[in-house]
């Protein structure tokens, strides 16, 4: 009689809702298929409600012990729903179009301020470095290393100091390749450090940017002095645009979750600093993105472009390209976003008054 009890309730549970669980199966099925854009605009509207009510079942199912098949259905169903809800699975294309159309250009203009800061850090050592070589050409010795100085000192000569910039023995392209290979990882190796350090407060990225600025103002100071100051700023540029500005990006990486642990607000310094990782991990590709295409114009195209206004053209005619992006890819759609957000909340507020 029990038993019999027992069937009659679980079959009664079941009849009640079967219709809504065969619906949620299918949606899930499609869903698994052919991805959450193929559902038709009532079952895409339907999912969550359905969702949950299948999992309310389930618990209801295990709360006055029903038929155990009864509960298995249930949770394959509710898993499986819970994954096409709240994890739904997206393509590489499609990670990486979202990054190089909103991710990367609005976290760049999030942060606008950090990044401001690590570009005057970055002038700041130059001018710091360049008026020191300047009055006192010893300085050199102390802020440039030996091995990266490579005989371009206060004692060089004008022909030596051009011959660094045109190099009139042709290279080749393996040498070159090499060449980018190295450059490129010690540039990554700056950028790596100028953001992971950020988050000691901010001072020993703020540190690495100004001796990086330093050496490069302390150069300048040396070929201002033979009156080559343009040459080097062709050879830089061709280059250096996309590389310092790679540099500037992550040491603002850094610096937001710098900003993090010293500025929490009303939030522990867990949060804040989860909060931050979000726009700091998309500037730390960014910076790994732009130091890549830095090491290839250095390894390739330095060597390769001779002509001092090709070299600043190509130089500040890809950094314009960077900045042009960055400034205004996926604005469109976050202005969209913001004109409807705040219509809602216009209409909510209207409302509310009406009310």
């Not at 999030?110 to 360049?130: Q, Y």
């Not at 090499?178 to 010690?186: G, R, V």
């Not at 040459?231 to 990486?253: K, M, N, P, Q, R």
Request: hydrophobic share 55%; aromatic share 10%; net charge neutral.
């Amino acid at each position: 009689m029990s038993l019999s009890g027992e069937t009659i309730r679980s079959s009664r549970f079941r009849s009640e809702r079967e219709g809504d669980w065969l619906r949620l199966l299918a949606i899930v099925d499609q869903a698994e298929r052919r991805g959450v854009k193929s559902l038709a605009f009532e079952d895409a509207r339907d999912l969550v409600t359905l969702y949950r009510q299948a999992v309310n079942a389930l618990s209801v199912a295990r709360e006055i012990s029903l038929d155990s098949a009864i509960i298995e259905f249930l949770e394959s169903l509710s898993a499986r729903a819970y994954l096409v809800v709240y994890a739904p699975r997206a393509s590489v294309a499609g990670v990486l179009s979202r990054f190089f159309t909103h991710g990367a250009p609005n976290a760049f203009r999030r942060s606008a301020l950090e990044i401001m800061i690590a570009f005057a850090l970055l002038a700041l050592g130059t001018l710091a470095a360049f008026l020191l070589v300047h009055n006192d050409p010893t300085w050199f010795y102390a802020i440039v290393p030996e091995d990266m100085a490579q005989g371009r000192g206060p004692q060089a000569s004008a022909d030596a100091l051009r011959r660094v910039i045109y190099d009139d023995e042709p290279a080749a392209l393996d040498q070159l390749g090499l060449f980018a290979t190295y450059l490129f990882s010690n540039n990554t190796r700056v950028a790596i450090f100028s953001f992971v350090l950020g988050i000691m407060a901010c001072v020993p990225s703020s540190l690495l940017v100004l001796f990086n600025g330093a050496m490069l103002g302390a150069l300048v100071s040396i070929y201002v002095e033979k009156d080559m100051g343009f040459d080097l700023f062709a050879w830089l540029s061709i280059h250096g645009v996309t590389e310092l500005s790679a540099i500037a990006i992550a040491t603002a990486g850094g610096f937001r979750l710098g900003r993090a642990v010293l500025f929490p607000g009303d939030r522990t310094r867990k949060a804040a600093l989860a909060a931050a990782g979000f726009d700091a991990a998309k500037l730390a590709v960014l910076a790994a993105i732009m130091l890549l295409a830095a090491g290839l114009l250095e390894g390739f195209g330095r060597q390769l472009v001779t002509s001092a206004p090709w070299r600043v053209a190509i130089g500040w005619g890809i950094g314009a390209l960077w900045f042009s992006w960055l400034m205004f890819a996926g604005r469109d759609a976050t202005q969209a976003l913001a004109a409807d957000g705040g219509a809602s909340l216009k209409r909510n507020g209207a409302s509310e008054l009406s009310s």
